[in-house]
């Protein structure tokens, strides 16, 4: 039976994993972690290159973590991830969120990172992670909103740059607004004890600055997002160019400051 799914819009291109290796539990799941007991089972969905996986096989020592990706690729970076600090007690392996092969209440915690904007049907995927969670168990899912996204100064071009976004990851079968949906999404997948937060990022700091523009402005020309945007025909390589630039200049002001809203949601199946 085939399932409905969205194109990875960042894709796996070193820009874009710099930007997940430096995600934790603590600057990513705060939300998640006083729900977290020592000998939980947790799937995380989405996992990348394990790093918030191998924080939160931490927090559950007699407990085990499933890392799950569409990407195999990636999940060769995740082992290495787990095996350099030393993680015993994670697993990863590749599936499809839509249709998870694993048996229903397998798991007390299921949580999913920046995942659910990707996919081609969130309310599916919500029903999927539903079901392996055990009963009492919470599905926790945070998603950033670009539609949520501030930055000071103004610089021209960065503009361009958010509705290029929105318009490369719709023409995926991606969500790019998600954070703002999650709580509407988890009603509809049926769940009835939903707590609804919302969490930041905010990069200010010259070294910030430096980071989070540098990796947006490689990512706008090197990554599968450049190369979408291209190929669909929503922008030229002088369009890309011109917002790369764009994303330097702002990581060169002193008052440069950016943000990143999240919609957080846990659910308890």
């Given at each position: 039976?085939?399932h409905e799914t969205?194109?990875?819009?960042?894709?796996?291109?070193?820009?874009?994993?710099?930007?997940?290796?430096?995600?934790?539990?603590a600057?990513?799941a705060?939300?998640?972690?006083?729900?977290l007991?020592?000998d939980?089972?947790?799937l995380?969905?989405?996992?990348g290159?394990?790093?918030i996986?191998?924080?939160?096989?931490?927090?559950v020592?007699?407990?085990s973590v499933t890392?799950?990706?569409?990407?195999?690729e990636?999940?060769?970076?995740a082992?290495a991830?787990?095996?350099?600090?030393?993680?015993?007690?994670a697993e990863f392996t590749?599936g499809?969120?839509?249709?998870?092969?694993?048996?229903?209440?397998s798991?007390?915690?299921?949580?999913?990172h920046?995942?659910?904007?990707?996919v081609g049907?969130?309310?599916?995927a919500?029903?999927?992670m539903?079901r392996v969670c055990?009963s009492?168990?919470?599905?926790a899912?945070?998603?950033?909103?670009?539609?949520?996204?501030?930055w000071?100064?103004e610089a021209p071009?960065?503009d361009d740059?958010l509705g290029?976004?929105?318009?490369?990851a719709?023409?995926?079968g991606?969500?790019?607004d998600?954070?703002?949906?999650?709580?509407?999404?988890?009603r509809?997948?049926?769940?009835?004890?939903?707590?609804?937060?919302?969490g930041?990022?905010?990069?200010?700091?010259p070294?910030?600055?430096?980071?989070?523009s540098g990796l947006?402005a490689?990512?706008?020309?090197?990554s599968h997002f450049?190369a979408?945007a291209?190929e669909?025909?929503l922008?030229?390589?002088d369009?890309?160019?011109?917002?790369?630039e764009a994303?330097r200049a702002?990581?060169e002001?002193?008052?440069g400051?950016?943000?990143?809203v999240h919609?957080?949601?846990?659910?308890?199946?």
């Open positions: 039976m085939a969205a194109v990875y819009t960042h894709g796996h291109h070193d820009s874009v994993l710099r930007s997940h290796r430096w995600r934790t539990a600057n990513s705060g939300y998640l972690l006083d729900r007991r020592p939980h089972r947790v995380d969905i989405g996992c290159p394990g790093t996986t191998a924080d939160l096989a931490a927090l020592p007699q407990g890392g799950l990706d569409a990407a195999q990636v999940l060769e970076q082992r991830t787990a095996a350099e600090r030393g993680v015993t007690n590749s499809d969120v839509h249709a998870l092969h694993f048996a229903d209440g798991f007390d915690v299921v949580h999913a920046q995942t659910l904007q990707h049907d969130p309310v599916g919500l029903r999927e539903r055990a009492g168990g919470v599905v899912v945070r998603d950033a909103d670009y539609g949520g996204m501030f000071y100064p071009g960065m740059w290029l976004y929105r318009r490369v719709e023409a995926n991606g969500v790019p998600a954070g703002r949906r999650l709580h509407a999404w988890a509809q997948a049926g769940f009835t004890d939903v707590t609804v937060s919302t930041t990022w905010c990069f200010s700091t070294e910030e600055r430096a980071w989070w947006w490689e990512r706008t020309v090197a450049a979408v291209v669909g025909g922008a030229t390589h369009d890309l160019r011109r917002i790369s994303w702002w990581g002001q002193e008052d400051w950016f943000t990143v919609g957080e949601i846990l659910c308890r199946a």
